[in-house]
């Protein structure tokens, strides 16, 4: 039984590790990126849930968003995708939503992240007002 223990230790905490964030590439031009701005709305509901949601952009890591939380990044231009993944035992899980968008250069996004009664969840572009209001 000891041995289970310390192997199931041993696969959770390797499953951690396994996360890949991302990073900026290094040769890029400052004229040739946008600006997402990722946030999670302001609700009540499922706010006393100590896990977060990963929020991926192009399958790496950027964020993981609390209730009324936000992140902002510095993303190229061009054709990304954005996806969600619940967590389970505070490690992504299964993927519950995602979109791909063409940014634009020098242009800022506004990212909505909702989660419903039933568990789903939702991404939609938005706008700057909505963001600062976190609804």
Known sequence: MRKFIL???GLVISGCATTQKYLLPKDINSADLATLYVYRTDTYFHSLNPEKPFIYFNDRVIAKLGTGQSAVIKIPKGKHRLSVRQPTLFMPSY?????????????????????????????????????????
């Open 95 to 135: 993927e519950s939503n995602a979109f791909e968008h063409n940014f634009e250069a020098g242009q800022n996004y506004y990212v909505r992240y909702s989660l419903d009664f039933g568990g789903w969840a939702f991404f939609s572009l938005t706008n700057k007002e909505s963001y600062v209001a976190r609804k």
């Open 7 to 9: 192997i199931l230790l």
